[in-house]
C-alpha cells in the first residue's frame, strides 16, 4: 500500500546521491518559485525542469501511481470549484474581458479565467514531481542530520527521524486492529449509519493510540537511559558531508527562485502575467 | 514534577515523532464523509488535539506540522503550505492548556473538558477561519468566497473532531491513569 512510498531504495544516480539537505533546499526553491509566480511561462519552464529531475532520478511510474490518481482528482475538484464559486475573478485579475461563451449573466467562459485556472494547474501540477522526488529518494536518518546541519534543533529533527522511522510500523498496526476488530463483526463500511460507524471507528482508534502512548514511554525510557539530550549538540552515523554536485544543484535552485522573484518584477511588474493589455 | 509550558525533553521528542506519524495514518485512512467535496471530518485532528493537551504546545505544533506536511506530500506530491500552517496553529494553541491539566495523574473533571474545548475551539476558529484563508489568498491567490468556505467547513469539522475524538480519548486515558493519593496506608 502506500507504507512503499517510504521503502528507499538505495540507487546510484545523480539524484540519488546528493545530501538530503540539497534536495530539501531545491525542493523548497523550486515550490517557492512556483508558488509566488503566476507567469505560465515561467511555471512551464520550472515544470520542464522537474520532469527532467524525475527523469534523471529514474524513479518508475509504479511506484507513484496512487498518488498521481490522488493529485489528478485533487486538481480537478479544485478546478470546478474555482469556476462555480468564482467565474469572473480571472476578469478582475487581468482587468479585462474576452469572452467565448456563457451560460447566464454569471458564469460567462472567459479567456482571462481560462489563462488563470490553467496557470492554476499548471502551479500545483510542477510541484508534485519535484515532491516525489524528495520523497523517494532521500534517506530518513540522511535527511534528519542534514536538518540539523541547517540550524534545525537536532531534538526536533530526531522527533522527524522517529516519524519517518515508525510511519511504516504505524501503519500495519493499524492495519493489524482494524481487521481484528473486523473479524469480532465490527463494520466498517457504508452498509453501517454513521453513528455507528463512528463508533466502530473509536474501537480501532483507541487500541491504536493506547499502544502508541506505551510505545513512547518505552521509547523515551531507552532514550534516557543511553543519555539523549544530555548535551547541546551531537554527531549522526548517517550525516554525509557536501560534495560539489550539491552545491551546483543549491545554486541552480536559488538562480531558479530568484529568477521567478525578476520576472515578476522586472518584465510583468506584478506576480501576474498579463498578455491581454 | 511541575509542567512548563515549553516543555521540551526526551518525552516530548518521542511523543512528537510517534504522534506525527499517527496523525499520518488517521489522515491517510480514517475519515469520516460529510458530503461537501475536499471536506471530511478528519479524526486526525482530533488525535492531534489530544497528543497537545498531554504533551504540550510544541509538541503539537511539531505534530501538526510534521503530520500534515508529510501526508500532503505522500497523498498530493507537493504540500498545501497554508493549510500546513494551519494544522500547526491549531495543535499549537490547543497545547497552550497543557499546563493547566493534570491529566497523568489521573483527573479530568467537567471543568477540564470545558476547558479543553474552549481552547480547541478557539485554536480552530483562529487557523481555519483567520490564518488558512488569508495565506491562500497572500500565498496562493486562491478566490476570496471560495476559501472562507472552505475555512469555515473545515474549521466546524475540526472542531467536531478535536471535540468528540479528543474529549474521549483525554477521559479514557485519564481514567487508566492512577489517581494521585489513592495508595492509603493500613
Redesign the interface.
Known amino acids: 500500500m ?1 507504507a512503499k ?1 517510504f521503502d528507499y531504495i538505495d540507487r546510484d544516480n545523480f539524484v540519488y546521491n546528493l545530501s538530503g539537505l540539497t534536495k530539501l533546499m531545491a525542493f523548497i526553491c523550486l ?1 517557492f518559485s512556483v ?1 509566488f509566480s ?1 507567469d505560465i511561462r515561467y511555471i512551464l519552464f520550472v515544470l520542464a525542469v522537474s520532469f527532467c529531475f524525475f527523469r534523471i532520478s529514474e524513479i518508475t511510474f509504479r511506484q ?1 501511481r496512487t ?1 498521481v490518481i ?2 489528478a482528482v ?1 486538481l480537478l ?2 478546478f470546478l ?2 469556476y462555480l ?2 467565474p469572473q ?1 480571472g476578469t478582475q ?1 487581468y482587468g479585462t474581458t474576452h469572452e467565448i461563451f456563457r451560460f447566464n449573466s454569471r458564469y460567462t467562459v472567459t479567456l482571462e479565467q481560462l489563462l488563470y485556472q490553467v496557470t ?1 494547474i499548471l ?2 501540477a510542477s ?6 522526488i ?2 523517494l529518494t532521500t534517506n530518513p536518518s540522511e535527511f534528519a542530520a542534514s536538518l540539523n546541519r541547517i540550524g534545525v534543533s537536532y ?2 529533527s ?6 519517518l ?3 511504516p ?3 500495519r498496526d ?1 492495519q493489524d486492529i482494524s481487521l481484528a476488530q473486523q473479524s469480532r463483526g465490527l463494520d466498517l463500511s457504508k452498509k453501517e449509519k ?1 453513528s455507528t ?2 463508533k466502530n ?2 474501537n ?3 487500541p ?3 499502544t ?2 506505551d ?3 518505552l ?2 525510557n531507552a ?2 537511559l543511553r543519555g ?2 544530555k548535551n547541546k549538540k551531537r554527531t549522526w552515523y548517517a550525516g554525509k558531508p557536501l560534495g560539489r554536485n550539491d552545491y551546483i544543484a543549491m545554486l541552480f535552485s536559488a538562480a531558479i527562485l530568484a529568477g521567478s522573484v525578476c520576472v515578476s518584477v522586472f518584465v510583468n511588474g506584478s ?1 501576474f502575467y498579463n498578455p491581454f493589455i | 514534577m511541575k509542567k512548563k509550558l515549553f516543555d521540551f525533553n526526551t518525552k516530548t521528542i518521542v511523543a512528537t515523532g510517534l504522534g506525527a506519524a499517527l496523525f499520518i495514518v488517521l489522515f491517510m485512512y480514517v475519515k469520516i464523509p460529510t458530503g461537501i467535496p475536499e471536506t471530511d471530518i478528519k479524526t486526525a485532528y482530533g488525535v492531534g488535539a489530544f497528543f497537545s493537551a498531554l504533551f504540550g504546545p510544541i509538541a503539537g505544533l511539531l505534530i501538526g506540522f510534521i503530520g500534515h506536511g508529510l501526508s500532503d506530500a505522500i497523498l498530493y506530491g507537493s504540500p498545501w503550505w497554508s493549510w500546513v500552517v494551519a494544522s500547526a496553529l491549531t495543535c499549537f494553541i490547543t497545547g497552550l492548556v497543557y499546563p493547566k491539566m493534570k491529566i497523568e495523574e489521573g483527573e479530568f473533571g467537567k471543568a477540564d473538558i470545558v476547558r479543553f474545548n474552549v481552547y480547541q475551539v478557539l485554536a480552530n476558529i483562529i487557523s481555519w477561519v483567520v490564518v488558512a484563508p488569508v495565506l491562500d489568498i497572500v500565498v496562493y491567490a486562491e478566490p476570496v468566497n471560495y476559501v472562507f468556505t472552505q475555512g469555515i467547513v473545515a474549521a466546524v469539522c475540526n472542531a467536531i473532531s478535536a471535540g468528540v475524538i479528543g474529549t474521549v480519548l483525554l477521559l479514557l486515558y485519564s481514567r487508566s491513569r492512577s489517581k494521585k493519593g489513592s495508595l492509603t496506608k493500613e
Open positions: 502506500k512510498l515550490t508558488m503566476y507513484v498518488m490522488y493529485v485533487f475538484i479544485n470549484l474555482t464559486f468564482s475573478y485579475i492554476k502551479k500545483y510541484g508534485i514531481p519535484l515532491g516525489m524528495f520523497l531534538k526536533a530526531y522527533a522527524l527521524a522517529l516519524t522511522r515508525y510511519f510500523d504505524m501503519i493499524y454513521l460507524r463512528v471507528m473509536m480501532i482508534f483507541v491504536l493510540i493506547f502508541t502512548l510505545r513512547i514511554e521509547i523515551s532514550m534516557d539523549f539530550g506576480r
